[in-house]
């Protein structure tokens, strides 16, 4: 019913899709899975028409096409979910829904009887959405299923859904489920792009794999598993045990109790969260994005404004609940944040620079006795022992930290932090956007560090990873602390049920 | 202050708030579709030199007020091109242009008139001083309408808000940001040809004399809806008639100190002590397809 | 080498004005060869040229390095123009109120008012900025005519010589006049009002480079601008440094006051600056906000002010306007391809 034929398409000098070809049969749940740069997204964009193939055609009911807009693709009942939900948040559910096809006239929109339509699809499909909900008052699942209504809205037959589970718990993916069967029931065709492999063999019927721009393997999804489909994935066998010898705990060095934070919109995001991280061992967090993880990191590391927080927070001892980022800084907590790009780094400034961010303030940076003088040759020397030390490539440090790829921009900034040297490092998400060679080096970087008498603080949404890393594992859900495990006891299905709160 | 508040007063309000209003409109339509208008100043003396120069020698001010829209969607055009095709900063480029209309005027005056800035007096017959006040405050409701209750303002909103997801719906960011610059040169000239043609009887150098940034700030404080930024374009106009009325009453204050006062006010709700000011969210940021 | 690579894009832009202008210029019925002839003629001539382009370049140079230390920091400084006028009757104040001290201490006395009231001025959006968030551009606009309304009042009500028709204040004193740069260079005759303020604007340069380059202060400016949120992360105040960049910008600012009260006018005339302030945002455009380029581009601009007096004499239709027309347009193309750079952090 869907096919892409011969597709490619060129980014500037990046390759994003070399003659791919997929073929979706009619009534199916077809599911395309590689990692983050596969491809799979850009694909499915050229077939949505949001892209435009330099090459190859789309062929929808045996008719070849080569869209240039999504009306094109819409209009042969394509429909697609994208990962990042394109709502307009002050509008309402109708309003984003007709947007782009508006009923009524030039001078007058007709959301009264859109509405009415809205509310036969949701009832058809179990959605359970009423058209004149303000979209920032809906929850993450709530606003997917808006989207699913826009496609629906639109007679979508067949419907491209990217990364559908990436912000869902366990429980709304289940949820998510029944309503994609509910569409095969309908008659509907299913596309989605994903890189959950045990939901591919929950859901899909057939599965495409993709890697660095081409298509490397085509299943029925009951005719394979899990470490297959992980195979053509990276194109080897993946590891999935560290090796890690077990961890010998020191003192305390973080002691966390009762932190509640209260974000500006007056949301609760910590709820008396209370934990340690003893030197010489690595606690793990394991949760749902959107949890509260982001807020525990930043409140250790001094990026909340106080006024929001209660609670304290000790440091060997001493309360620091009150201390700047720049002071944490200085007492040895070293901070890889999450979004390196938002936080981590200053893009179009070269790796000498950005090395000493965080620490420019005193030597080597700065020259002794006034501290203000940047000590040009300190600076460059330091730069130059973190891009030895973390294999950082290109090894130049007059380059812009734009030029390096994610995995060496990670690294970059794993580097400048344990070079602190931290007694606490607060990590999160340290491997998203890298490459499998920069990954096993970060993890293994970290493993030294732990052993060295480091205590470290790891937020990862990557299960495998942290339950691979961590020697405690924590469970967040909803700003609570609600589970504490050790990984090799508890199975993932334990861990994924205290994410959504259930109890193990 | 008796003297002060009577039926003068309002009706000097009105006169003093309507280019303040035109250009707010405009500024409205081009700040909630995201681009950022600083221009404002410089279409307005746009409109108004064009459409002095054009009533002088067409003798009609109908025609006058035609080519002024025309120069001001000309300009706004430039505007439009630098920031969305070329994704230049928009203030930068705003401010470029108000400068830019202090000196091209003044270059064609003398070409045309051989004046170092002005255009010849237009006698009283040919002026229109009422009907750009009418249009002004039917714009309002109009506006609204449009906003909230057409297919295209829904679109403009959108585009303000997520440009992106307007762009996943198959709505052209490009189209309608340009037809809303486009629309906020119109408007702002027609406010800038009352001054001219409407209030006065020429142009002169810099005659709108920060009108334009005083337009804008009334857009802020009236937190980019019609009906509260014409509420703050009657508080500002009250502020200056205000100030006019009281030159010879009070010679204790002098002048400049009550032509301040709206400039002040506006830094004092800017800085939101008059309750949280929510711009649209795409405020400022040319759109990239990702 | 690199530093080429900079160089394109402002001489593009220079280039690409300079035809629109001459397009213009026919337009209007005159000629643009002989037009353009004028101008840059008329700014290379010595000792006269030459002269008198430094002295406008001055004020350029002041207001130029006030806006590019503002952007390094990701911050929109439009209002240099009210921080100069400011400072101008503050620096006059002190010139004719302190009227007996020595010059050794009278000219340190009123340059120092100068700076500080040109950072006063800006202080004021730049707290609005860093404690209420409120953009630093409608804010510097409007305390521009705040400015130009709270100096014309006080010139005329206090500093005003009696029956004097003209909106200035008295004269300061002698010991407040800085010497004309004709006394020190032999052929430039001292009626050319360039003056030692011209060496001061090069100074400034020297050390806003050295400020934002070479030292920690300077670092943290830039890494603000860069990326505030990083900025935060490596635990930089982002506030303080809105309120630095503001204070260092308006005092530069300032500075003006020392070129145009101490050194050409001896007193404070409302409305001396033909807009050094919006200039000064062109000249750190095309200088790409680094204190070299705005060297040459205020040096330019000066030559252009200086040639825009004579094209407006000697030409049938053309003003000194065409210099406005031409700075809009350079700004303009700047902006139009500044997005390969990333000119102004945001």
Redesign the interface.
């Known amino acids: 019913m869907l096919e892409l034929r011969n597709i490619s398409k060129r980014f500037g000098n990046i390759l994003a899709n070399d003659r791919v070809s997929i073929t979706v049969r009619g009534g199916t749940i077809h599911a395309i899975v590689g990692e983050n740069g596969a491809g799979k997204s850009t694909a499915m964009r050229i077939a949505y028409g949001?892209y435009t193939a330099d090459d190859g055609d789309v062929v929808v009911d045996g008719k070849p096409h080569r869209f240039t807009?999504?009306?094109e693709a819409?209009a042969l009942g394509i429909g697609?979910v994208?990962q990042h939900?394109?709502?307009?948040?002050?509008?309402t559910v109708a309003?984003?829904i007709?947007?782009?096809?508006?009923p009524?006239s030039?001078?007058?929109?007709d959301i009264a009887g859109a509405a009415g339509r809205i509310r036969a699809l949701s009832q058809e499909f179990h959605l359970e959405i009423a058209p004149d909900a303000v979209i920032e008052d809906l929850s993450v699942g709530q606003q997917q299923r808006v989207e699913l209504l826009?496609a629906l809205y639109r007679n979508a037959r067949i419907l491209i859904l990217d990364e559908p589970t990436a912000v869902l718990t366990p429980q709304e993916v289940g949820d998510f489920f029944r309503i994609l069967r509910r569409m095969r029931e309908q008659g509907k065709t299913v596309v989605i792009i994903t890189h959950k492999l045990d939901e591919v063999l929950a859901i899909s019927d057939e599965v495409t794999v993709m890697r660095d721009g081409r298509v490397v393997g085509r299943r029925e999804t009951k005719e394979t598993n899990t470490a297959e489909l992980a195979r053509l994935m990276v194109g080897r066998e993946v590891l999935l045990r560290l090796e890690k010898s077990n961890a010998h705990p020191g003192a305390p060095v973080l002691q966390v109790e009762n932190l509640s934070m209260t974000a500006s919109d007056g949301t609760e995001r910590l709820a008396s969260v209370s934990f340690e991280v003893r030197a010489g061992e690595i606690v793990g967090v394991a949760g749902v994005e959107g949890n509260g993880q982001t807020e525990l990191i930043e409140a250790l590391?001094?990026?909340i404004e106080s006024e929001r927080l209660s609670g304290d927070v000790r440091f060997e001892g001493r309360n620091i609940t009150k201390f700047?980022?720049?002071q944490r800084?200085q007492i040895g907590i070293a901070?890889v944040?999450e979004d390196r790009h938002?936080?981590?780094?200053?893009?179009?400034?070269d790796l000498s620079?950005n090395s000493?961010?965080?620490v420019?303030?005193r030597e080597p940076?700065?020259r002794p006795p006034a501290?203000?003088?940047?000590d040009e040759a300190g600076i460059r020397r330091r730069a130059q022992a973190i891009i030895r030390d973390f294999d950082v490539r290109p090894p130049n440090p007059d380059l812009a930290a734009r030029a390096l790829s994610g995995g060496n921009q990670q690294k970059l900034v794993i580097g400048r932090e344990f070079e602190l040297p931290p007694k606490l490092l607060l990590i999160s998400q340290p491997t998203r956007g890298v490459d499998i060679g920069a990954i096993e080096f970060i993890h293994r970087k970290l493993i030294a560090l732990r052993d060295s008498g480091c205590a470290v603080l790891l937020v990862s949404a990557e299960l495998e990873e942290v339950t691979a890393l961590a020697d405690r594992l924590l469970v967040i859900y909803q700003g609570k602390i609600v589970g504490e495990v050790e990984p090799p006891r508890v199975t993932t299905d334990q861990i994924g049920l205290m994410m959504t709160g259930g109890r193990a | 202050m008796s003297d002060i508040l009577n039926l003068s007063i309002i009706y000097s309000t009105i006169r003093l708030a309507a280019p303040l209003l035109l250009a707010a409109m405009g500024g409205l339509f081009s700040e909630r579709s995201g681009v950022v208008n600083i221009a404002l100043e410089g279409l307005m003396l746009a409109g108004a030199f064009t459409s002095a120069s054009v009533t002088h020698y067409a003798g009609s001010p109908w025609l006058g007020l035609l080519a002024g829209v025309a120069a001001g969607v000309f300009i706004a055009f430039i505007h439009a091109v630098a920031c969305i095709h070329f994704e230049a900063d928009q203030v930068v480029t705003g401010t470029a242009i108000n400068i830019l209309m202090l000196g091209v005027p003044t270059l064609l005056s003398g070409a045309l008139f051989q004046t170092t800035g002005s255009t010849p007096q237009i006698p009283q017959s040919n002026l229109i001083p009422n009907a750009p006040i009418v249009i002004a405050f039917l714009l309002v409701p109009s506006v609204w309408y449009m906003l909230y209750r057409t297919p295209f303002g829904l679109r403009l909103r959108a585009v303000g808000e997520n440009p992106e997801a307007a762009d996943t719906a198959g709505v052209s960011v490009s189209r309608v940001r340009y037809l809303a610059v486009l629309t906020s040169g119109a408007l702002a000239a027609i406010g800038g040809a009352y001054l001219s043609i409407g209030q006065s009887s020429l142009f002169t150098r810099n005659m709108t004399a920060g009108r334009g940034y005083i337009a804008l700030a009334a857009l802020i404080f009236g937190k980019w809806r019609p009906v509260q930024t014409m509420l703050a374009c009657l508080l500002f106009g009250f502020a200056e008639a205000a100030s006019i009325q009281m030159q010879g009453v009070t010679p204790y204050i002098r002048v400049e100190y009550i032509q301040i006062i709206p400039y002040v006010l506006t830094m004092v709700v800017l800085a939101g002590f008059i309750g949280a000011s929510r711009a649209p969210k795409a405020l400022g940021q040319p759109y990239k397809k990702r | 080498m690199k530093y080429l690579r900079h160089l394109a894009l402002p001489l593009i832009a220079v280039l690409a004005a300079f035809i629109a202008g001459g397009i213009v210029v026919l337009l209007i019925g005159d000629d643009p060869v002989y037009t353009y002839r004028l101008l840059i003629g008329s700014a290379l001539s010595w000792p006269d040229g030459i002269g008198y382009t430094l002295f406008y370049a001055t004020p350029l140079i002041f207001t130029g390095l006030a806006v590019a230390v503002g952007f390094r920091c990701g911050l929109f400084n439009i209002g240099a123009e009210g921080q100069l006028t400011i400072a101008a009757l503050a620096t006059a104040w002190i010139g004719f109120t302190f009227s007996n001290l020595s010059a050794w201490m009278l000219v340190p006395l009123a340059c120092a008012a100068a700076i500080l009231a040109g950072a006063v001025w800006a202080a004021i959006p730049g707290v609005l900025k860093a404690r209420f968030g409120s953009h630093e551009v409608i804010n510097t606009i409007m305390m521009n005519f705040i400015a130009a309304g709270v100096t014309s009042a006080l010139t005329q009500s206090y500093f005003k010589d009696p029956g004097d028709l003209i909106l200035q204040t008295h004269s300061i004193a002698a010991a407040a006049h800085i010497p004309r740069l004709g006394r020190f260079i032999p052929g430039m005759p001292e009626r050319i009002p360039t003056n030692i303020a011209f060496l001061l604007a090069i100074a400034a340069c020297v050390l806003v480079y050295v400020f934002l380059w070479k030292t920690r202060w300077g670092y943290e400016i830039r890494a603000t601008g860069a990326n505030p949120k990083a900025a935060e992360y490596g635990g930089i105040s982002v506030r303080r440094q809105i309120m630095l960049a503001m204070v260092v910008s308006g005092g530069l600012a300032g500075l003006v006051a020392v070129n145009e009260v101490m050194g050409y006018r001896y007193r404070y005339y409302q409305g001396f600056s033909p807009q050094y302030g919006f200039t000064g945002i062109a000249v750190a455009l095309l200088g790409r906000n680094h204190p070299a380029g705005v060297l040459v581009a205020a040096i330019f601009f000066g030559a252009l002010t200086r040639g825009g007096l004579f094209v407006d004499i000697f030409t049938e239709n053309v003003s000194k306007d065409l210099v406005l027309v031409l700075q809009a347009l350079v700004i303009l193309f700047v902006a139009a391809e500044a997005l390969f750079r990333g000119a102004r952090a945001s």
Do not use: W
């Not at chain 1, 981590?344 to 400034?349: I, K, W």
């Open positions: 949001f807009t999504p009306h819409i697609m994208h939900f394109m709502l307009v948040e002050p509008m309003e984003n007709v947007l782009g096809a508006e009524g030039f001078a007058a929109l826009k590391a001094g990026l700047t980022a720049r800084k901070h944040p938002r936080r981590g780094l200053l893009l179009d400034s620079e000493i961010l965080g420019h303030f940076a700065v501290y203000v003088m940047l």
